[in-house]
C-alpha cells in the first residue's frame, strides 16, 4: 500500500525519524497516448532495497552494491522502482514529484524526480 499524499505541515509536525530515497526518471512521448520511461536513477538506497530490485530480475549499475555508492541506475521505469519500496519496504510519496521539460536533439522529455521516504518506526524485524 503506497500513501500518495501527506501535507507538508504534517510532517514538519510530526518528530518521528524518516529515511529518504530519490527516484529520478525521464518520461517521453513517442505518440499519442504513449509515454515511455525505461530507466531511472535511485538515489540513497541500501543493500536491502539493492537486493530487493535484484530479487525482482531488474539490471542495476554499478552491479554491485557499496556502501558509499549514492546513485544506482535500474533498467525499469520508476513507477515499478517505487511500487518495489512501497510495497515492500514501506516507503511513500510525501509530495508531488518535481519536474521539468528537456529539450534535445533525441525529442522532447520531462525529467521527475520523486522523493520517497519510510517512518524508522515502520522498520521491519
Known amino acids: ?4 499524499y ?9 518528530k ?6 530519490g527516484v529520478v526518471g525521464d518520461v ?3 505518440m499519442e497516448g504513449h509515454h515511455c520511461a525505461e530507466k531511472c536513477c535511485v538515489f540513497g538506497i541500501r543493500e536491502k532495497e539493492f537486493k530487493a530490485f535484484e530479487e525482482h530480475n531488474l539490471k542495476i549499475h554499478p552491479s554491485k552494491f557499496k556502501p558509499e555508492t549514492d546513485r544506482y541506475q535500474i533498467k525499469a521505469s520508476p513507477w515499478r522502482v517505487m511500487n518495489i519500496l512501497g510495497s515492500e519496504f514501506g516507503y511513500y510519496i510525501p509530495a508531488m514529484p518535481l519536474q521539468g521539460r528537456v529539450d534535445s536533439d533525441a ?18 524485524n
Do not use: H, S
Open 1 to 4: 500500500k503506497i500513501r500518495l
Open 6 to 14: 501527506v501535507p507538508f505541515q504534517y510532517i514538519l509536525m510530526d
Open 16 to 21: 518521528q525519524k524518516r529515511e529518504i530515497v
Open 28 to 30: 517521453r512521448r513517442d
Open 107 to 124: 525529442g522532447e522529455r520531462r525529467t521527475c524526480i520523486f522523493t520517497l521516504q519510510r517512518n524508522l518506526a515502520d522498520e521491519p
